[in-house]
């Protein structure tokens, strides 16, 4: 399978064809329609056998959302793609398509929040189970495989501590067992990480984040082969119906045709702020993959091209006090989400994540702002809480 250059991608989204049907408009009109209708039962008939193809109802196809779809499909070197209302519609669906009643699921235990409480506590009434595992050791993974393991859900990096799994490994092990695997790949995007061409069977993405880019719309795609996504768009993606709309996928079209030209300048940007904060006396740690620091930096270069702006940074100073930091913070707002223009700042417990462990946990997305001005923002900020002693450690 493919797996495209940067420079090859933004071919990919930059480049339509002429198209005489729309004047040659350089975007298409938005297909604002709810269903489409026909002059012929003879090509009705065939279109309704082929909904999954064919244009007939919006809640199916419908060619705004289709094209996206095939750009997605594209990026990510797969033969299908499906967009959905959401990263967590496109999450469940997949997640659903791999298993059934009395399945089992191993996840994780770093995965998106709401995907784990999808899996470990809603999809129990189904009589599933899932295994949350630490992704860092695959033989966790193959320890936590049992008879009825359906599914193997994947998070690389994962987006609060960014740890990685060994894709290929992984992908390897459950071919070998018959097992289905699933990547969230909303952190590195095509862009970056290619885990179909890696064996896996389901790519997953929050477009949200950095493929709408803009902070204004919200949706999800999954990228498989055609095996695995017919049966899936027939099922969880026309019976669950949570379907992207054109307009949103007109807004998100917009966004994907500078992707890869973001990536890059997301990338210079995390890195540059990322390792200013490694030096920084009240930082212990800072997590992001691109970083020599990372101790999984190797296995980051062997399965990743480059990487987003998003990190998160370890301290001693209370959670109290941190938050205080970030109120100050000029350019960082604070907020969930990211992927967007904006810089933004989170601040938690480390014990809401990892129980066992203290600490202050602070994810900083780190936007399109002049890295030096960034910096200057957080470095005033620290210098506050020191001036004012607001730093009392946990001990
Ligand atoms: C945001 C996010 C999701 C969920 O996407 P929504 O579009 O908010 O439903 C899933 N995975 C990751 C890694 C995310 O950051």
């Given at each position: 399978m493919s797996q495209n250059t940067l420079v090859q991608q933004q071919t990919i989204v930059a480049h339509d064809e002429h198209d005489e049907r729309h004047q040659g408009a350089v975007t298409k009109p938005i297909y604002q329609n709810s269903l489409f209708t026909f002059?012929?039962?003879?090509?009705?008939?065939?279109?309704?056998?082929?909904?999954?193809?064919?244009?007939?109802?919006?809640?199916?196809?419908?060619?705004?959302?289709?094209?996206?779809?095939?750009?997605?499909?594209?990026?990510?070197?797969?033969?299908?793609?499906?967009?959905?209302a959401s990263g967590m519609a496109a999450i469940s669906s997949a997640v659903l398509s791999a298993v059934n009643t009395g399945g089992h699921i191993v996840c994780v235990d770093e995965a998106y929040g709401p995907a784990v409480q999808f899996m470990g506590t809603y999809l129990q009434k189904f009589d599933i189970e899932t295994t949350f595992v630490n992704g860092t050791s695959l033989k966790e993974i193959?320890?936590?495989?049992?008879?009825?393991?359906?599914?193997?859900?994947?998070?690389?990096?994962?987006?609060?501590?960014?740890?990685?799994?060994?894709?290929?490994?992984?992908?390897?092990l459950a071919k070998s067992r018959g097992i289905t695997t699933i990547v969230d790949n909303t952190w590195?995007?095509?862009?970056?990480?290619?885990?179909?061409?890696?064996?896996?069977?389901?790519?997953?993405?929050?477009?949200?984040?950095?493929?709408?880019?803009?902070?204004?719309?919200?949706?999800?795609?999954?990228?498989?082969?055609?095996?695995?996504?017919?049966?899936?768009?027939?099922?969880?993606?026309?019976?669950?119906?949570?379907?992207?709309?054109?307009?949103?996928?007109?807004?998100?079209?917009?966004g994907l045709r500078t992707l890869p030209l973001r990536m890059e300048k997301f990338q210079s940007q995390g890195l540059?702020?990322?390792?200013?904060?490694?030096?920084?006396?009240?930082?212990k740690k800072v997590n992001h993959p691109l970083l020599?620091?990372?101790?999984?930096?190797?296995?980051?270069?062997?399965?990743?091209?480059?990487?987003?702006?998003?990190?998160?940074?370890?301290?001693?100073?209370?959670?109290?006090?941190m938050r205080k930091w970030a109120e100050r913070l000029n350019y960082f707002r604070i907020g969930v989400s990211w992927g967007g223009y904006e810089s933004l700042v989170v601040v938690n417990?480390?014990?809401?994540?990892?129980?066992?462990?203290?600490?202050?946990?602070?994810?900083?997305?780190?936007?399109?702002?002049?890295?030096?001005?960034?910096?200057?923002d957080l470095q005033s900020s620290f210098e506050a809480i020191i001036e004012q002693s607001m730093y009392p450690m946990i001990d």
């Open positions: 002059n012929s039962y003879t090509t009705f008939l065939a279109s309704m056998k082929e909904e999954i193809n064919a244009s007939v109802y919006s809640r199916g196809t419908n060619p705004t959302v289709s094209e996206l779809e095939m750009r997605l499909a594209k990026l990510e070197g797969g033969d299908r793609a499906r967009c959905f193959e320890g936590a495989i049992r008879d009825n393991t359906k599914l193997i859900y994947l998070e690389s990096p994962s987006s609060m501590f960014f740890s990685l799994q060994d894709i290929s490994a992984i992908a390897a590195a995007t095509p862009c970056y990480q290619s885990p179909l061409a890696l064996g896996i069977d389901l790519v997953v993405h929050s477009l949200t984040k950095y493929v709408s880019g803009h902070s204004d719309s919200i949706g999800g795609v999954i990228v498989g082969r055609a095996e695995l996504m017919n049966p899936l768009i027939k099922n969880e993606y026309l019976l669950l119906g949570g379907i992207m709309t054109p307009a949103t996928a007109n807004l998100i079209m917009r540059t702020v990322a390792g200013w904060l490694e030096k920084h006396p009240l930082v020599p620091s990372h101790p999984q930096h190797e296995l980051a270069a062997t399965q990743m091209r480059g990487g987003g702006s998003l990190f998160s940074f370890e301290t001693e100073v209370t959670v109290e006090t417990p480390i014990s809401d994540y990892k129980p066992e462990r203290e600490g202050t946990l602070v994810r900083l997305f780190i936007g399109l702002e002049d890295t030096n001005e960034l910096i200057a």
